[in-house]
């Protein structure tokens, strides 16, 4: 089955800083790449996804770049806000499957 | 639209009880899905359904059962709880043609001593 991996597990960064996390994968049917927010004691959030035929895709400080050939994908967040501090989850979905499977998800403290 | 409901928000349960997880959405959606998650872990899926009549296992089925008898409701039920079953459990649901986009209820936490 899939298997997802994500780095690095914490991340800690000074405010304004930029952020950036990891996740590989190994289905090359899947389709479709999702990034979550969790803070404390809450539901994941969608924050961005990107779908297999872009290669790259912003929202305000919030970006997702995916690499299809070498299987993986990326989150990237500028100017870091403590806000922005919470638990990320990539996730990968596979239409073959129909299963929407999470990465081990990402710490991200934002120090003011 | 109240989305994604889950109840109840919090229990405890002694080693060997059984209860059930309540999901009910209602956005009319085909699909809907169990996932557990562990302190510190990612979200893993312990069952799924395409419809009603319609489940399957997902990544963790062992020591749990689902049942979809109506489009809305998803229950869980544990029959033998077991300390390794201490989780958070969150139901989700998505809809045909837009399956990959889930909507997550807001979590039941469970603790089995």
């Known amino acids: 089955g899939e298997n997802v991996e994500q780095h690095p597990s914490t991340l800690s960064v000074q405010e304004g800083d930029s952020a950036v996390i990891k996740c590989t994968y190994s289905?090359?049917?899947?389709?479709?790449f999702p990034w979550y927010k969790q803070e404390l004691g809450k539901r994941p959030q969608l924050i961005i996804d990107?779908?297999?035929?872009?290669g790259e895709k912003k929202d305000q400080r919030i970006a997702v770049t995916l690499n299809k050939t070498a299987k993986h994908f990326s989150l990237h967040i500028t100017e870091t806000q403590p806000e922005d501090s919470a638990v990320y989850f990539c996730?990968?979905?596979?239409?073959?499957?129909?299963?929407?499977?999470f990465g081990q998800g990402t710490t991200l403290q934002v120090k003011p | 639209n109240a989305g994604v409901t889950q109840t109840p928000k919090f229990r405890i349960l002694k080693i060997g009880q059984s209860m059930t997880l309540q999901c009910t959405q209602d956005?009319?959606?085909?699909?809907m899905y169990w996932y557990r998650q562990d302190p510190g872990m990612g979200l893993k899926l312990i069952y799924y359904?395409?419809?009603?009549?319609?489940?399957d296992k997902g990544e963790v089925p062992n020591g749990y059962n689902v049942s979809r008898s109506t489009t809305e409701d998803f229950p869980l039920r544990l029959e033998l709880a077991a300390p390794s079953q201490t989780s958070v459990y969150f139901c989700?649901?998505?809809?045909?043609?837009?399956?990959?986009?889930?909507?997550f209820g807001s979590g039941t936490q469970l603790s089995v001593l």
């Open positions: 989700a649901s998505s809809r045909w043609g837009q399956t990959e986009k889930l909507f």
């Open positions: 289905d090359s049917a899947s389709n479709y």
């Open positions: 990107i779908r297999s035929n872009v």
């Open positions: 996730a990968v979905y596979s239409g073959n499957t129909g299963k929407l499977i």
């Open positions: 956005m009319n959606h085909n699909y």
């Open positions: 359904s395409v419809g009603a009549g319609i489940t």
